[in-house]
């Protein structure tokens, strides 16, 4: 019987690309599927999806079906993977690949887009590198023609790491990972009202074999007493050790104990640490009344938060560009997140890399396996044990080294300013400096220094702050008043309260708070003092990083309200919401959101809005519910930035599109306003909050021993901490304000994320022009 006709070859650098999602499911895969599909439609290839991971590449026929646009409609806010994944013992055998091959070239598919884990990821890569003897093999069994296999010599695979446990080496975060966090959070969070109603103990496992990162983050995000992770086992006399920390935190007057296990833990000597062996420890030897919780399969579930969102559309529209880019000496890549930055990097040697922590694990080499996790990893490490274990007399500086550190928060309240101040109070005492809260900004500090019986200007225990990683606003207060409102009250009160160095969190009023007090160092002696600030607003707008704590907070807030407004357009199917989001002159949350949500159009202030992209914006939704029979799902959303434009208001909008859709479609208006600034700081606030609020005081700390002279004359003693692409680092003020401030519209010169709006505009298949128009406001 003669084998069946595969298509025929697509023209140019048109290509069938093959998306499937393998190994465990993690929220944010579907995000992924949607990106690939329709970026591939973009670009002018096909897209089809191979149901059920290798299981379908296996068998073949309905299972690998070609995807439409409207396919993949409503996508990123679903949990788990619509596609499905299955574990597949045929494809481990080479009988197996074989068949998958033969189906791949019967569908006509040359490219293969796997999002998975370490394990999917590394099936792909084989099955390239047999690719040739596969067909060679599928001619010879007279399976398929020479001629057949001709068009598809050269396979072209591209991997997406799709794992809660963010195990692979090489990025910073998998897709999945954060909204995984985000459910371990959530429910610590719930645990700890009734730990500390009953003064109990708790011991939580959480998921994580190799891999420690949710037991590290949400030891960080929670304030846990103590962290088990398989890559860094505690002391050989670890049992000692943990009571001890946790008396002494329990004699502090600490109410509640958190104790966070992966369930890999296990000491030196490989022996597992199981939460029951935790257990009868607190119980025996503190006589704590303790439980367990197991979360389990809790942490894979529900949908994913705004970084998974963001993350998987932007990796899934990165990898068609990498399959349309690749040529036969390309070696397979795996797209990677590195700080802030999307990277592409050598499949087998990330995989390779993460093999290796198991191994040296397993050597017991654990200075190695910590080595070979990425930078962050270790730094958060050392944040977490700085901040959290009491008594380290190794940490102390002498008497003469250590300063009083005023703490400030400057500005509107954003999600991760508690934390932040809450690494800094732990790390100035385990360093024996005196932490100094300034409560409720400048105007706090001028007009109350001096109140009876308590002034504004007040030192933190380790116990104040303690409870503080978890709670949204501000605990000591904020305001958006500037120090030049009465400057020379502020200089006293430095020198009165003999404030040593200044730790400012904040939007860009803390930005601008900054710079007046660099610029009056030459009126007074006492702000010539290292001075950081830590970039914190819901707006995302402070120069010198790109990115702000606050603003994960504020996205996933937003997205939850969208995410409602849309469940409601697509009840009545034919309605379109206008939202109003925050942000300033800053058009970062509206874009960043609209990537998260699959927004149909996004305005910002950078672009303007006028009337001929309102009228192709209309016509287009006209277009989109003339096609519309009946489908689920079809609401729209349009994000516009509250100062996009002074004279198209977000009602406006709503009225012109309500007007010109003759009834065939209906609007409505949405404004979150303060819902934005979110309640409970995301885990990604707080984590990256207690990491920056860390290396902030140990960059005060390289001011030590200077004169106020020398301080007043380095560039680097007035900074802002921020990410900037892939690395995280301190900007002169000086050199931030001169040449990356655009103080007229509050935000900085340069936005990183301005090549994003393209994507949300391909993504939702708003016409091309759009992403080029520009017009008076």
Same mark, same amino acid.
């Given at each position: 019987?003669?084998?069946?006709?595969?298509?025929?070859?697509?023209?140019?650098?048109?290509?069938?690309?093959?998306?499937?999602?393998?190994?465990?499911?993690?929220?944010?895969?579907?995000?992924?599927?949607?990106?690939?599909?329709?970026?591939?439609? *973009?670009?002018?290839?096909?897209?089809?999806?191979?149901?059920?991971?290798?299981?379908?590449?296996?068998?073949?026929?309905?299972?690998?079906?070609?995807?439409?646009?409207?396919?993949?409609?409503?996508?990123?806010?679903?949990?788990?993977?619509?596609?499905?994944?299955?574990?597949?013992?045929?494809?481990?055998?080479?009988?197996?690949?074989?068949?998958?091959?033969?189906?791949?070239?019967?569908?006509?598919?040359?490219?293969?887009?796997?999002?998975?884990?370490?394990?999917?990821?590394?099936?792909?890569?084989?099955?390239?590198?047999?690719?040739?003897?596969?067909?060679?093999?599928?001619?010879?069994?007279?399976?398929?023609?020479?001629?057949?296999?001709?068009?598809?010599?050269?396979?072209?695979?591209?991997? =997406?790491?799709?794992?809660?446990?963010?195990?692979?080496?090489?990025?910073?975060?998998?897709?999945?990972?954060?909204?995984?966090?985000?459910?371990?959070?959530?429910?610590?969070?719930?645990?700890?009202?009734?730990?500390?109603?009953?003064?109990?103990?708790?011991?939580?496992?959480?998921?994580?074999?190799?891999?420690?990162?949710?037991? =590290?983050?949400?030891?960080?995000?929670?304030?846990?007493?103590?962290?088990?992770?398989?890559?860094?086992?505690?002391?050989?006399?670890?049992?000692?050790?943990?009571?001890?920390?946790?008396?002494?935190?329990?004699?502090?007057?600490?109410?509640?104990?958190?104790?966070?296990?992966?369930?890999?833990?296990?000491?030196?000597?490989? =022996?597992?640490?199981? &939460? #029951?062996?935790?257990?009868?420890?607190?119980?025996?030897?503190?006589?704590?009344?303790?439980?367990?919780?197991? =979360?389990?399969?809790?942490?894979?579930?529900?949908?994913?938060?705004?970084?998974?969102?963001?993350?998987?559309?932007?990796?899934?529209?990165?990898?068609?560009?990498?399959?349309?880019?690749?040529?036969?000496?390309?070696?397979?890549?795996?797209?990677?997140?590195?700080?802030?930055?999307?990277?592409?990097?050598?499949?087998?040697?990330? %995989?390779?890399?993460?093999?290796?922590?198991?191994?040296?694990?397993?050597?017991?080499?654990?200075?190695?396996?910590?080595?070979?996790?990425?930078?962050?990893?270790?730094?958060?490490?050392?944040?977490?044990?700085?901040? $959290?274990?009491?008594?380290?007399?190794?940490?102390?500086?002498?008497?003469?080294?250590?300063?009083?550190?005023?703490?400030?928060?400057?500005?509107?309240?954003?999600?991760?300013?508690?934390?932040?101040?809450?690494?800094?109070?732990?790390?100035?005492?385990?360093?024996?400096?005196?932490?100094?809260?300034?409560?409720?900004?400048?105007?706090?500090?001028?007009?109350?220094?001096?109140?009876?019986?308590?002034?504004? %200007?007040?030192?933190?225990?380790?116990?104040?702050?303690?409870?503080?990683?978890?709670?949204?606003?501000?605990?000591?207060?904020?305001?958006?008043?500037?120090?030049?409102?009465?400057?020379?009250?502020?200089?006293?009160?430095?020198?009165?309260?003999?404030?040593?160095?200044?730790?400012?969190?904040?939007?860009?009023?803390?930005?601008?708070?900054?710079?007046?007090?660099?610029?009056?160092?030459?009126?007074?002696?006492?702000?010539?003092?290292?001075?950081?600030?830590?970039?914190?607003?819901?707006?995302?707008? %402070?120069?010198?990083?790109?990115? #702000?704590?606050?603003?994960? $907070?504020?996205?996933?807030?937003?997205?939850?309200?969208?995410? *409602?407004?849309?469940?409601?357009?697509?009840?009545?199917?034919?309605?379109?919401?206008?939202?109003?989001?925050?942000?300033?002159?800053?058009?970062?949350?509206?874009?960043?959101?609209?990537?998260?949500?699959?927004?149909?159009?996004?305005?910002?202030?950078?672009?303007?809005?006028?009337?001929?992209?309102?009228?192709?914006?209309?016509?287009?939704?006209?277009?989109?519910?003339?096609?519309?029979?009946?489908?689920?799902?079809?609401?729209?959303?349009?994000?516009?930035?509250?100062?996009?434009?002074?004279?198209?208001?977000?009602?406006?909008?709503?009225?012109?599109?309500?007007?010109?859709?003759?009834?065939?479609?209906?609007?409505?208006?949405? +404004?979150?306003?303060?819902?934005?600034?979110?309640?409970?700081?995301?885990?990604?606030?707080?984590?990256?909050?207690?990491?920056?609020?860390?290396?902030?005081?140990?960059?005060?700390?390289?001011?030590?021993?200077?004169?106020?002279?020398?301080?007043?004359?380095?560039?680097?003693?007035?900074?802002?901490?921020?990410?900037?692409?892939?690395?995280?680092?301190?900007?002169?003020?000086?050199?931030?304000?001169?040449?990356? $401030?655009?103080?007229?519209?509050?935000? &900085?010169?340069?936005?990183?994320?301005?090549?994003?709006?393209?994507? +949300?505009?391909?993504?939702?298949?708003?016409?091309?022009?759009?992403?080029?128009?520009?017009?008076?406001?």
């Amino acid at each position: 019987m003669a084998p069946t006709e595969p298509p025929p070859p697509l023209l140019g650098r048109k290509r069938r690309i093959g998306v499937m999602t393998s190994g465990g499911d993690a929220p944010g895969m579907n995000g992924a599927v949607r990106a690939v599909v329709r970026m591939s439609i *973009a670009q002018n290839c096909e897209a089809y999806a191979i149901y059920e991971g290798y299981e379908g590449l296996v068998q073949g026929g309905d299972m690998i079906r070609e995807m439409g646009w409207e396919d993949v409609r409503g996508f990123l806010s679903e949990g788990g993977t619509l596609i499905g994944t299955a574990r597949c013992k045929a494809f481990m055998e080479r009988p197996g690949r074989l068949t998958a091959a033969k189906n791949m070239i019967l569908k006509g598919i040359n490219a293969l887009i796997i999002c998975g884990g370490d394990g999917s990821l590394t099936g792909a890569d084989k099955f390239r590198g047999e690719w040739p003897g596969l067909l060679e093999e599928l001619v010879k069994k007279k399976e398929l023609t020479a001629e057949q296999v001709e068009p598809f010599r050269l396979l072209n695979i591209v991997g =997406l790491v799709g794992s809660i446990d963010n195990d692979l080496s090489m990025t910073d975060a998998t897709i999945g990972c954060y909204s995984s966090l985000g459910r371990i959070c959530e429910s610590v969070d719930y645990i700890d009202a009734t730990a500390l109603s009953h003064q109990r103990a708790f011991v939580i496992e959480v998921m994580g074999r190799h891999c420690g990162w949710l037991a =590290l983050m949400a030891g960080v995000s929670t304030g846990a007493d103590f962290v088990f992770l398989p890559e860094n086992p505690p002391s050989e006399n670890w049992e000692a050790d943990m009571c001890k920390v946790i008396k002494k935190h329990r004699d502090l007057g600490k109410r509640k104990t958190i104790v966070i296990v992966a369930e890999g833990a296990h000491d030196r000597n490989l =022996l597992k640490i199981s &939460p #029951s062996h935790v257990k009868h420890l607190l119980t025996d030897k503190l006589r704590l009344d303790t439980r367990i919780t197991t =979360l389990g399969h809790v942490q894979r579930g529900g949908t994913a938060c705004a970084y998974d969102r963001m993350l998987s559309t932007l990796q899934g529209a990165e990898a068609v560009k990498a399959v349309l880019e690749a040529t036969p000496e390309t070696p397979s890549p795996v797209i990677c997140m590195v700080e802030n930055k999307i990277e592409r990097r050598p499949l087998l040697e990330a %995989v390779k890399q993460t093999h290796e922590v198991a191994e040296a694990i397993a050597a017991k080499d654990f200075d190695r396996a910590m080595s070979l996790r990425d930078a962050e990893f270790a730094e958060y490490w050392q944040a977490y044990n700085i901040t $959290t274990a009491m008594d380290q007399p190794q940490l102390l500086l002498p008497e003469e080294k250590r300063l009083r550190v005023g703490i400030i928060h400057i500005g509107a309240p954003a999600g991760g300013m508690n934390a932040a101040t809450r690494a800094a109070v732990a790390y100035c005492l385990a360093r024996g400096h005196t932490p100094v809260a300034l409560h409720n900004g400048f105007p706090g500090l001028t007009r109350h220094h001096d109140d009876k019986p308590l002034g504004s %200007v007040r030192e933190v225990s380790w116990l104040d702050a303690e409870s503080w990683v978890s709670k949204g606003g501000s605990e000591i207060g904020t305001n958006r008043g500037l120090p030049s409102e009465d400057m020379p009250t502020v200089a006293m009160c430095f020198e009165k309260y003999k404030i040593q160095a200044l730790f400012a969190v904040g939007g860009f009023e803390a930005f601008t708070s900054i710079s007046e007090l660099r610029k009056a160092r030459e009126q007074y002696d006492s702000l010539k003092i290292p001075m950081v600030i830590l970039p914190a607003t819901v707006s995302n707008n %402070v120069p010198g990083t790109e990115y #702000s704590i606050g603003s994960d $907070t504020c996205l996933n807030a937003l997205i939850q309200y969208c995410d *409602a407004c849309r469940q409601s357009a697509s009840s009545s199917r034919r309605r379109v919401f206008v939202i109003e989001t925050q942000g300033g002159a800053s058009g970062y949350i509206a874009t960043i959101a609209g990537l998260s949500i699959g927004a149909f159009a996004v305005y910002t202030p950078e672009d303007g809005i006028n009337i001929k992209m309102l009228d192709r914006d209309i016509d287009h939704l006209r277009e989109h519910f003339a096609k519309d029979r009946g489908q689920n799902r079809a609401g729209k959303i349009i994000l516009r930035n509250e100062k996009a434009s002074k004279t198209y208001t977000t009602e406006i909008i709503a009225n012109m599109i309500r007007e010109e859709a003759k009834g065939r479609f209906e609007s409505r208006v949405g +404004v979150p306003g303060h819902f934005q600034q979110g309640t409970t700081p995301s885990p990604m606030d707080r984590v990256r909050a207690a990491r920056f609020g860390v290396k902030s005081l140990q960059h005060i700390e390289d001011f030590i021993g200077k004169s106020k002279e020398e301080i007043a004359k380095d560039p680097m003693s007035a900074s802002v901490i921020g990410i900037k692409g892939a690395k995280v680092l301190f900007s002169a003020m000086e050199l931030v304000e001169e040449n990356e $401030t655009d103080w007229k519209d509050r935000r &900085p010169k340069d936005e990183f994320w301005m090549g994003l709006k393209d994507v +949300v505009d391909i993504l939702s298949g708003r016409p091309k022009s759009h992403s080029t128009t520009s017009s008076p406001k």
